[in-house]
């Protein structure tokens, strides 16, 4: 619960002191608001190609990089194994799927290129941050982290919108909570 809380804290510090003092609100960093129906259904269909294009990266680097003893420790250590757990693992998924979007492929990717004047730089560095706040994954882990935040830095600049990544992070989350909980009930892990 704590991070939840944590996570919510920040966004309203970059919400206070980054967005309100230039007179920009919420739903303009994310990208404006649905009008219909099929643009929110469009969001959903992009979230789900994109969770493809996501899974497909992620199966590449373990390829390329072998196993990860200690991100695999990390997902048994905090594999839900009971209703409650299941329950908090949601809210803690749903809250990193908004928050961290928001947070680096919102705020600090437009930052970085105020600073930079270059897009892609700005991809690059937004998600060199979001891999190392993942380090106790080690360099195997923040690798494919940092790899993963830069394709949600490119959606989020190609569609001018952190609904889609929201939704595909909350997502991906929230199932790999899951099915770690399944496989570890079934002695997979």
Known sequence: MFSIL?????????????LRPRGMHVSELIGGRWARVSDFLRDVGIAFLFWLVVLSMLAIVRLLLGPNPAALKAV???????????????????????????LFRGYLQRQFLALTKSPH?????????????????EWKGAVGIT??????????L?????RPGMMQHATQDTFAGIAASVLSKHGYM
């Open 6 to 18: 944590f996570e919510w804290v920040m966004v309203a510090y970059v919400w206070w002191f980054g």
């Open 76 to 102: 048994r250590l905090l594999a839900p194994r009971t209703g409650a757990e299941m329950v908090v693992w949601v809210l803690v998924s749903v809250t990193a799927g908004i928050t961290e979007e928001f």
């Open 121 to 137: 730089l700005a991809v690059v560095l937004q998600a060199v941050v979001f891999g190392s706040a993942h380090a106790y994954e």
């Open 147 to 156: 790899l993963y935040g830069a394709l949600f830095g490119v959606l989020a």
């Open 158 to 162: 190609m569609r001018r919108s952190l």
